[in-house]
T-cell receptor, first 116, second 111 residues
Framework: EPEVTQTPSHQVTQMGQEVILRCVPI?????FYWYRQILGQKVEFLVS????????KSEIFDDQFSVERPDGSNFTLKIRSTKLEDSAMYFC??????????????FGPGTRLTVL | RKEVEQDPGPFNVPEGATVAFNCTYS??????FFWYRQDCRKEPKLLMS???SGNEDGRFTAQLNRASQYISLLIRDSKLSDSATYLC????????????FGKGTLLTVNP
């Protein structure tokens, strides 16, 4: 199965601090996604990123959030000023291969963000 | 109405049992359908895509009824390793491949 990696596995931060979550998606792919899952709740879409631009974002993805692909391989999600309610698992995802079944998405292991 | 709604569960079944999961979706423009499984505090993992004609992968059978906006997953001869949360997932047409998840149904297979 194609592998998406994420770092760190767990991030603890103080409310109001900035955090950067990192993802290395499946190589040679143009589509990337961020999702989050608050404990006990469903997985929620945050943002999709295509060809170095945001292609779609949810209501959750407000001005506190941003995404970048700083070096052509890593894909980052930044939360500028974390709130308690940002505590969740954050998953990066990408389709398995370009030109294949792009509908399917493979998820990274996630970063558990805890905001104190 | 929730976009994707699943049996709330949880389901507790003995090894070897057959278990069925049901899911409905609200948006008739939904285009693609999937079942994912999620182990506790882990990432969702794709179990299978669901095709209009229905499809089978070993002990797993998925069905789609577009007219009723209904998706199902059947697990036969359940194993202890099948214990997980099963997520019904839908993609809307023209949504840049954004996935919409149901809340999931927890399955525990007991020895």
């Amino acid at each position: 199965e194609p592998e998406v990696t994420q770092t760190p596995s767990h991030q603890v931060t103080q409310m109001g601090q900035e955090v950067i979550l990192r993802c290395v998606p499946i190589s040679n792919h143009l589509y990337f996604y961020w999702y989050r899952q608050i404990l006990g709740q469903k997985v929620e879409f945050l943002v999709s990123f295509y060809n170095n631009e945001i292609s779609e974002k949810s209501e959750i993805f407000d001005d506190q959030f941003s995404v970048e692909r700083p070096d052509g391989s890593n894909f980052t999600l930044k939360i500028r000023s974390t709130k308690l309610e940002d505590s969740a698992m954050y998953f990066c995802a990408s389709p398995p291969k370009f030109g294949g079944t792009r509908n399917e998405q493979f998820f990274g292991p996630g970063t558990r963000l805890t905001v104190l | 109405r929730k976009e994707v709604e699943q049996d709330p569960g949880p389901f507790n079944v003995p090894e070897g049992a057959t278990v069925a999961f049901n899911c409905t979706y609200s948006n008739s423009a939904s285009q693609s359908f999937f079942w994912y499984r999620q182990d506790c505090r882990k990432e969702p993992k794709l179990l299978m895509s669901v095709y209009s004609s229905g499809n089978e992968d070993g002990r797993f059978t998925a069905q789609l009824n577009r007219a009723s906006q209904y998706i199902s997953l059947l697990i036969r001869d359940s194993k202890l390793s099948d214990s997980a949360t099963y997520l019904c997932v839908v993609k809307l047409a023209g949504s840049n491949y954004k996935l919409t998840f149901g809340k999931g149904t927890l399955l525990t297979v007991n020895p």
